[in-house]
């Protein structure tokens, strides 16, 4: 995640992050992407049914009943395990994490266990009694996704009538005093959306918006050829941080961040550069302590069958399987050749990543995508829209 509007707005510092030690399970949420020791933030795809369709759906939901999701108590062991480990965050997601009729007995569970419960959603499923319950087990927050106004969302997700569930679910979650966020995924069909996102943040008073740059990854693989080209991610990244600074010099602002795509932050540090370099290094000191790119390290993920991955999207690579051992053993199992090396990916990129001046502060970028299109996860990423001239190592 790049915080556009911390770095780029100055409503973090570095110091903010130094005074908690930079210890994950100190540092309150805000900073939490600043820790140093980067315990795992670990999405857990709770159940793959889903009551939508959408068409860059990672997990390839269906509306359906499967068979080998993981029990509740299971799913209570999990959570056990990863508290004693030092997890931070559990972020209950799916398919639509709102089908598992256990889902607040879990959430809740992780909550007394002393970890953060956040969930992702399409909303849709929200009432007053579902936000209120939520709110009762002390979740943190709610990211519900919006793709575009009422005609492309609803075409995205493949169901009519899902852009106005998901604005009731927002209201519903607002009115229980929980906080929420939207959830936005750019593509070609969608990217003009974006100022209409930034409208409806200021129309409903939401706090947040993270703006998800496309991976191809589930049904999501279909979608290479309606990905941004470079330059019209370079013309959406200036878009999302010139609306940004909008709110926030008319007294309006909110947190935006891009995820996804690691590039994001050099880029943002070099036009801070020509803009104020003073905070531009301030903003190369918070990059640093981000690292970029956290796959298998600072973000992992645990499939509804319990199986173990380095993050969401890569589904198709697994470390383990928590029924037979716990996530926190697989976690730190060096013998695992893919583990120990996403641990040190810096080592082991190739071509022009190897070569990037920038590779400290991005991490070699999303290794799932690049593997998608060339076959080999240590490819450069070919979303990565920084010029030779950007990556050079002298300027």
Same mark, same amino acid.
């Given at each position: 995640?790049?915080?556009?509007?911390?770095?780029?707005?100055?409503?973090?510092?570095?110091?903010?992050?130094?005074?908690?030690?930079?210890?994950?399970?100190?540092?309150?949420?805000?900073?939490?992407?600043?820790?140093?020791?980067?315990?795992?933030?670990?999405?857990?795809?709770?159940?793959?049914?889903?009551?939508?369709?959408?068409?860059?759906?990672?997990?390839?939901?269906?509306?359906?009943?499967?068979?080998?999701?993981?029990?509740?108590?299971?799913?209570?062991?999990?959570?056990?395990?990863?508290?004693?480990?030092?997890?931070?965050?559990?972020? *209950?997601?799916? =398919? +639509?994490?709102?089908?598992?009729? @256990? &889902?607040? $007995?879990?959430?809740?569970?992780?909550?007394?266990?002393?970890?953060?419960?956040?969930?992702?959603?399409?909303?849709?499923?929200?009432?007053?009694?579902?936000?209120?319950?939520?709110?009762?087990?002390?979740?943190?927050?709610?990211?519900?996704?919006?793709?575009?106004?009422?005609?492309?969302?609803?075409?995205?997700?493949?169901?009519?009538?899902?852009?106005?569930?998901?604005?009731?679910?927002?209201?519903?979650?607002?009115?229980?005093?929980?906080?929420?966020?939207?959830?936005?995924?750019?593509?070609? *069909?969608?990217? =003009? +959306?974006?100022?209409?996102?930034? @409208? &409806?943040? $200021?129309?409903?008073?939401?706090?947040?918006?993270?703006?998800?740059?496309?991976?191809?990854?589930?049904?999501?693989?279909?979608?290479?050829?309606?990905?941004?080209?470079?330059?019209?991610?370079?013309?959406?990244?200036?878009?999302?941080?010139?609306?940004?600074?909008?709110?926030?010099?008319?007294?309006?602002?909110?947190?935006?961040?891009?995820?996804?795509?690691?590039?994001?932050?050099?880029?943002?540090?070099?036009?801070?550069?020509?803009?104020?370099?003073?905070?531009?290094?301030?903003?190369?000191?918070?990059?640093?302590?981000?690292?970029?790119?956290?796959?298998?390290?600072?973000?992992?993920?645990?499939?509804?069958?319990?199986?173990?991955?380095?993050?969401?999207?890569?589904?198709?690579?697994?470390?383990?399987?928590?029924?037979?051992?716990?996530?926190?053993?697989?976690?730190?199992?060096?013998?695992?050749?893919?583990?120990?090396?996403?641990?040190?990916?810096?080592?082991?990129?190739?071509?022009?990543?190897?070569?990037?001046?920038?590779?400290?502060?991005?991490?070699?970028?999303?290794?799932?995508?690049?593997?998608?299109?060339?076959?080999?996860?240590?490819?450069?990423?070919?979303?990565?829209?920084?010029?030779?001239?950007?990556?050079?190592?002298?300027?």
């Amino acid at each position: 995640m790049i915080g556009i509007s911390k770095l780029y707005c100055g409503t973090v510092e570095p110091s903010d992050a130094l005074r908690y030690n930079r210890q994950s399970g100190q540092l309150p949420s805000h900073l939490l992407q600043f820790s140093k020791d980067k315990k795992p933030v670990v999405v857990w795809n709770m159940t793959r049914r889903c009551n939508l369709k959408c068409v860059h759906c990672y997990a390839q939901a269906k509306n359906q009943v499967f068979e080998n999701e993981m029990t509740t108590e299971e799913g209570k062991a999990l959570i056990d395990d990863l508290s004693a480990f030092g997890s931070p965050v559990m972020l *209950f997601s799916g =398919g +639509e994490p709102l089908m598992h009729e @256990d &889902l607040p $007995e879990l959430a809740g569970y992780a909550v007394e266990k002393g970890m953060r419960a956040v969930i992702s959603t399409n909303g849709t499923l929200i009432t007053p009694e579902k936000a209120r319950t939520l709110k009762a087990i002390g979740l943190s927050y709610v990211g519900i996704s919006i793709d575009g106004m009422e005609d492309i969302h609803d075409r995205f997700r493949a169901v009519k009538g899902a852009y106005k569930a998901a604005l009731e679910g927002i209201r519903n979650t607002q009115a229980a005093g929980i906080k929420v966020g939207l959830r936005f995924t750019i593509n070609r *069909f969608n990217v =003009g +959306e974006i100022p209409k996102v930034f @409208d &409806l943040l $200021e129309e409903m008073e939401i706090p947040r918006v993270c703006f998800y740059h496309l991976v191809y990854a589930g049904r999501g693989s279909k979608l290479v050829n309606d990905d941004l080209s470079h330059d019209e991610t370079r013309k959406a990244v200036d878009l999302i941080v010139d609306r940004t600074r909008d709110l926030h010099d008319r007294g309006k602002p909110k947190e935006v961040l891009t995820v996804d795509n690691h590039a994001d932050g050099p880029y943002l540090y070099l036009r801070m550069c020509g803009e104020d370099p003073e905070r531009a290094k301030e903003v190369y000191e918070l990059l640093q302590m981000n690292e970029g790119n956290n796959s298998g390290r600072g973000i992992g993920c645990v499939s509804w069958d319990g199986e173990v991955y380095a993050d969401q999207f890569w589904r198709h690579h697994s470390f383990g399987n928590v029924r037979q051992r716990p996530f926190s053993e697989i976690w730190t199992d060096m013998s695992e050749p893919l583990m120990r090396r996403l641990k040190e990916k810096k080592q082991f990129v190739t071509g022009r990543c190897a070569d990037c001046r920038w590779l400290d502060i991005c991490g070699g970028n999303f290794r799932v995508r690049a593997e998608a299109l060339t076959g080999d996860v240590w490819a450069p990423d070919p979303a990565c829209y920084l010029t030779d001239e950007e990556i050079a190592q002298s300027l």
